[in-house]
């Protein structure tokens, strides 16, 4: 490398290909830390040539840029425009909530403020230049290829850098227009052939960015794909014409030829910087990953790329030798705020992605208001409550309204969503919180006993809307091991009676019994004995079936015996003869397991079933046999009385179960008479790689619910009652069920209630000098939280 020294300094050159946000804002900041290197910026287009309208970051990003450049900062603050409210546009109402706080710039504006702190700061710019490769500048020592989303620098070296480009299914065009809007404005629109949404954000007293959108089939449909540019705005023109009230939508994009109506790009690499044998090269901005527009960061995340980098060189020097320290420290310190953005930004983009299948004609505009804000998933229900709680409780009451009926007398007060009370058939639970059916493995010969009682009683006193027993197998050789529950006998019926009785008597909790079968995943141990969950028994084992003769373990699992007809009577007439005994010992629900593995869901995972008769093959083949499991159960089960199923709605294996059919499924068993659809997911195969994280299983309920029309269970990784609020409010979901959390804390629905400081939940009579003084404490610490030097959410 070609060191030069100027006064005893070491002089570094360093050309930044790419004149955006992250080429400009890294420059100045490498000059201010080291005026004495050799700084370029090589800009294709001419200073005041820009793509693109307003872009919006938050206070966060300003406090940030403010540290690092004041000048800047202050330039850019007095540009911006600050406004407060989001304002939705939907099925002829108009809907306004504040405290969302968001800032605007006009594109061209940050620009030239980044453009006139970079001359005063002595960096060189080269407009009108278009750099072919980073090999155009053998003289650097360091190249930043902040060359944006197209980067040909990314391009030439993919085979180090390693993108992965992603182009997703929506066309949006960005336009401009001089109607002026004083909130975040969202329009949607419904044509014939679909819907269509607008994305509006003032960025100058005179001028908003004005971004529409829709799915590529609706697109296509109005021929879009053969409109110019005029046509397409004179299609938006009219579209939104209700609301544009004469005013002109404009481009400035007309650079691009034909269309342009593009397809978002998200951008992630593996490797973000190289050694060309002559300088050193690393990607910037969106050169190296995008945010969708949706979440309106892709600037915020360009301008902390190049914060990031000038940190590292403080922090390391820029001595030779440390390039590949610093360049390496650079990716490994952003790489995980551009991924943790990177998801919420999904979250947003998927959200408006299948709006107009989801969520725009069946939900009302109230409960659009809210799905849209909580999009990304990172605002929640408490931080709507900061943001706005006189929108967030006028939104409590029209839920808790919604829940008790048109004739309900007064409008309820703000009542939080989870506590609202939910009616399927005949039977009312009094909240949307249900104890999901945890195996406990602590029964002889299929009796439930004093553990049961204790266990399921003190969950039902702990303040849920419905106790799920665990999984009870309708035959002895339908248990997963020899400690699990049985409803096969008039005996096993009476000892569940005593525990249903129990509830009914000393609570107002609903008891559901979820009847399974083990099927290949049967004569295993319980979790603590021997070789551990899953394992074959040591000895007794009994024989298997399944739909077919694949076993759940490779590794020395049981291989089942594939079902013949003889069998699939015997089974059906045997969850006949438990949904009977169910009835007969007072449960007010009646759940059918066909998850996570076990005979019926063995039936309908492709991974599992390799049948080649009328039970296997298409996805109405393999419901087959399960349907009509749930119909003999159906027909003998109080037509008064709900049933739900319980599925795995994603297989997490290829080949196997998706989102996609577990729709197809929930609609099979609604037309078979079900009520709500349970949505797990996995153990259906051991080679499984689910994603793990807070309500991981939620998007499945979420989309079942909206798009197959049935009530759905979401469950797993709901953990905190702001969980749940979010859910049911939503619309994610009707009732959310909670499982280790219940384990830990029987009383949890209870204790959440007391957390949040909804205190008019009735607590057992028996226990109730204990409410306040929870109640009180819990007061106590969201107190010293929101007090001067506490920590707010
Ligand atoms: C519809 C839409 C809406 C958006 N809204 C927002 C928003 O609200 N908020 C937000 O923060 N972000 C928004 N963005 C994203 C934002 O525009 C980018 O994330 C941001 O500009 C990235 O900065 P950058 O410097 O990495 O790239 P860019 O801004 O793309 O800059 C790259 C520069 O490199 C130049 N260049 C490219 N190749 C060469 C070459 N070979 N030689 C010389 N010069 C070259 C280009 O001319 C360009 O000036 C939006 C994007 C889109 C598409
Ligand atoms: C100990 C234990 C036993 C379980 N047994 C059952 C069961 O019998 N039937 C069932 O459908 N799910 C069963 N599950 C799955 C839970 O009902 C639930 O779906 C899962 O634990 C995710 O929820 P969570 O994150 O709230 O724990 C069990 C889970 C645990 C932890």
């Known amino acids: ?411 309820p007060h703000a009542v939080p969503p989870m506590f609202t009370p939910y009616t399927a058939r005949s039977v009312t639970l009094k909240n949307r919180v249900v104890v999901s059916p945890m195996a406990q493995y602590s029964c002889v010969d299929g009796m439930p006993g004093e553990f049961h009682l204790v266990h399921l009683g003190s969950r039902a006193l702990g303040g849920a809307g419905l106790v799920v027993a665990e999984m009870t197998c309708t035959s002895p050789d339908a248990r997963i091991t020899p400690g699990c529950p049985g409803l096969w006998n008039d005996a096993q019926a009476q000892a569940w009676r005593r525990i249903v009785d129990f509830i009914h008597r000393e609570t107002d909790a609903k008891v559901a019994m979820q009847l399974g079968h083990a099927g290949a995943k049967g004569s295993t141990n319980a979790p603590w004995d021997d070789t551990g969950a899953d394992r074959p028994l040591p000895h007794d084992n009994w024989p298997l079936i399944a739909a077919s003769a694949v076993p759940y373990l490779d590794d020395g699992g049981q291989v089942p015996r594939a079902m013949d007809r003889a069998d699939m009577a015997r089974v059906v007439a045997d969850f006949a003869r438990a949904a009977r005994h169910a009835a007969s010992a007072g449960f007010d629900w009646l759940e059918l397991h066909c998850a996570h593995g076990y005979l019926l869901s063995s039936f309908i995972s492709p991974l599992t079933n390799r049948r080649s008769d009328a039970y296997g093959g298409s996805l109405a083949n393999r419901l087959r046999f399960p349907l009509e499991v749930f119909e003999a159960a159906r027909a003998v089960w109080p037509e008064h009385l709900p049933m739900s199923v319980r599925i795995s709605a994603h297989d997490w294996v290829d080949g196997g179960v998706t989102p996609t059919d577990a729709v197809q499924i929930a609609r099979a068993f609604k037309a078979a008479g079900a009520d709500l659809i349970d949505c797990s997911s996995g153990q259906v195969s051991a080679h499984q790689r689910p994603t793990y994280g807070r309500m991981y299983q939620t998007p499945f309920a979420d989309r079942i619910r909206n798009e197959a029309a049935i009530a759905t269970i979401a469950v797993g990784a709901i953990s905190e009652a702001d969980h749940v609020n979010s859910i049911i409010a939503a619309g994610r979901a009707d009732l959310c069920a909670v499982a280790r959390p219940h384990l830990a804390n029987p009383a949890w629905t209870l204790s959440e209630a007391a957390k949040i400081g909804f205190t008019a939940v009735d607590w057992p009579r028996q226990y109730n000098t204990a409410k306040p003084q929870m109640e009180a404490n819990f007061q106590r610490e969201r107190a010293a939280l929101t007090a001067p030097g506490g920590s707010p959410r």
């Open 1 to 411: 490398m070609r060191w030069a020294f100027a006064g005893g300094s070491l002089v570094v050159k360093i050309v930044c290909i790419g004149g955006g946000p992250a080429g400009l804002y890294f420059a100045l900041l490498m000059k201010q830390l080291s005026p004495h290197h050799h700084i370029t910026v090589v800009e294709r287009n001419r200073p005041y040539d820009t793509f693109g309208w307003g872009v919006v970051f938050s206070d966060a990003t300003m406090d940030n840029m403010r540290a690092w450049d004041a000048p800047t900062a202050d330039a850019i603050q007095q540009a911006f425009n600050h406004w407060d409210d989001i304002e939705l546009h939907f099925k002829g109402r108009v809907i306004r909530s504040g405290g969302h706080g968001f800032v605007g710039i006009g594109r061209k504006k940050l620009l030239n403020i980044l453009q006139a702190r970079c001359e005063a700061l002595g960096v060189e710019l080269m407009f009108e230049t278009d750099a072919n490769s980073d090999a155009d500048y053998p003289d650097a020592d360091l190249i930043i290829a902040s060359d944006g989303i197209n980067s040909k620098i990314r391009t030439q070296h993919a085979a180090v850098f390693k993108p992965d480009i992603v182009t997703r299914p929506n066309r949006f065009i960005w336009l401009g227009t001089h109607k002026q809007y004083d909130a975040f404005t969202f329009l949607f629109e419904r044509t014939e052939h679909g819907w269509f949404q607008a994305h509006i954000y003032k960025f100058d007293e005179q001028t908003a960015t004005f971004i529409v959108e829709c799915p590529e089939a609706v697109w296509k449909a109005h021929g879009l794909d053969r409109a110019d540019q005029d046509q397409s705005i004179a299609f938006c023109e009219r579209l939104f014409a209700a609301n544009l009230r004469g005013e002109q939508l404009m481009t400035n994009s007309r650079h691009l030829r034909g269309s342009a109506w593009l397809n978002f790009q998200r951008i992630q690499c593996e490797q973000w910087s190289l050694f060309n044998g002559r300088s050193h090269v690393v990607l910037m901005g969106d050169a190296v990953h995008t945010a969708h527009f949706a979440i309106g960061s892709g600037t915020k995340l360009a301008l902390e790329d190049a914060i990031e980098l000038v940190a590292q060189f403080k922090r390391h020097g820029d001595a030779p030798q440390q390039m590949p320290e610093v360049l390496a420290q650079y990716q490994a310190a952003r790489a995980i705020d551009v991924v943790r953005l990177q998801n919420a930004a999904w979250n947003a983009m998927e959200w408006f992605e299948v709006c107009g299948e989801r969520y725009c004609d069946q939900l009302e505009p109230e409960q659009f208001m809210y799905s849209m804000l909580t999009r990304s998933q990172r605002i929640s229900h408490e931080n709507l409550r900061l943001r706005d709680k006189a929108w967030l409780e006028g939104f409590e009451s029209w839920f808790a309204q919604r829940q008790a009926g048109a004739s309900a007398p007064t409008r």
